[in-house]
């Protein structure tokens, strides 16, 4: 196996708080790890050391063996990670089919504003059918990204995701918002789309967590204070009362 994903002594302050204190964390090729902790736990700022957003002030971060830390988000992207944010990141007033088709062009190294011109463009066209097929969204080609459902956005924005054909996916909590059934229909979408890919997500239910998960860091104090399995994390003292004995009283992991 071959580490896809490495931090090691990874460090960031905001003024005097202290977010991430030295962050350690080795991710394989194809791994799906879930990243867990409480709300404020250092959670996004790390997906945003990686993907670039953010620079760290101490520590290396490495993508396929090369290092990435204090490289712009951009010059990552083409390295072979993707990101999807928090929020959603759509353009509104266009298409589902147009949505999609400009993230696999972006990707190609076209841009965002050529896609008109090059409709004859086969490899893309073929990318971007294939995509819609993957998120169930054929049927929802023409439609504006604003009229879809909220579930249906995030799931275009899961394909504007994988557009990219990137190696290495980031997903910051994929299924905010979502009810019980839109989470576990979305999962499974996740399942089907990343497969053989390198997944670190961010995610809230437990249930989805334990299920997904190849491997869970647990995040606290912006240290990693659990790496392993679900099954070795469930068993973990230190988390079941940090963090999980947490839920366990009724109160959600994020409260
Ligand atoms: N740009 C920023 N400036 C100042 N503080 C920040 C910034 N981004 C995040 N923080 C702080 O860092 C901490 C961790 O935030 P975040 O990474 O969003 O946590 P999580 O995603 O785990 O909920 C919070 O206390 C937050 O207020
Ligand atoms: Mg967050």
């Given amino acids: 196996?071959?580490?896809?994903?490495?931090?090691?002594?990874?460090?960031?302050?905001?003024?005097?708080?202290?977010?991430?204190?030295?962050?350690?964390?080795?991710?394989?090729?194809g791994e799906r790890v879930a990243v867990i902790g409480p709300n404020g736990a250092g959670k996004s700022t790390l997906f945003h050391l990686i993907s670039g957003k953010l620079k760290p002030q101490k520590g290396r971060i490495e993508l396929n063996g090369q290092r990435i830390d204090g490289l712009p988000p951009h010059?990552?992207?083409?390295?072979?990670?993707?990101?999807?944010?928090?929020?959603?990141?759509?353009?509104?007033?266009m298409?589902?089919?147009?949505?999609?088709?400009?993230?696999?062009?972006?990707?190609?190294?076209?841009?965002?504003?050529?896609?008109?011109?090059?409709?004859?463009?086969?490899?893309?066209?073929?990318?971007?059918?294939?995509?819609?097929?993957?998120?169930?969204?054929?049927?929802?080609?023409?439609?504006?990204?604003?009229?879809?459902?909220?579930?249906?956005?995030?799931?275009?924005?899961?394909?504007v995701t994988l557009g990219s054909d990137s190696a290495v996916l980031l997903l910051d909590e994929p299924t905010a918002g979502m009810s019980r059934s839109e989470t576990r229909h979305f999962i499974d979408l996740i399942r089907q789309v990343t497969h053989g890919k390198t997944l670190l997500m961010v995610e809230h239910d437990m249930g989805v967590v334990f299920e997904l998960a190849d491997k869970i860091a647990v995040l606290a104090q912006g240290q990693v204070m659990a790496f392993?399995?679900?099954?070795?994390?469930?068993?973990?003292?230190?988390?079941?009362?940090?963090?999980?004995?947490?839920?366990?009283?009724?109160?959600?992991a994020h409260a």
């Fill in 228 to 252: 392993d399995t679900p099954d070795k994390v469930r068993q973990n003292p230190q988390v079941q009362s940090a963090y999980l004995g947490v839920q366990a009283e009724g109160r959600t």
């Fill in 95 to 159: 298409s589902v089919y147009e949505n999609l088709r400009c993230s696999v062009l972006w990707s190609l190294g076209h841009g965002y504003s050529c896609w008109k011109f090059l409709s004859g463009l086969k490899d893309a066209n073929q990318r971007t059918e294939a995509l819609l097929d993957q998120l169930g969204l054929g049927h929802k080609r023409h439609s504006l990204a604003m009229n879809l459902t909220y579930a249906e956005q995030r799931a275009l924005e899961l394909g």
């Fill in 1 to 29: 196996m071959s580490v896809a994903l490495s931090l090691q002594g990874v460090h960031r302050h905001f003024g005097h708080t202290l977010v991430i204190q030295g962050i350690d964390l080795e991710v394989q090729t």
């Fill in 75 to 93: 010059a990552i992207h083409r390295m072979g990670l993707a990101r999807s944010f928090q929020i959603t990141n759509l353009f509104a007033a």
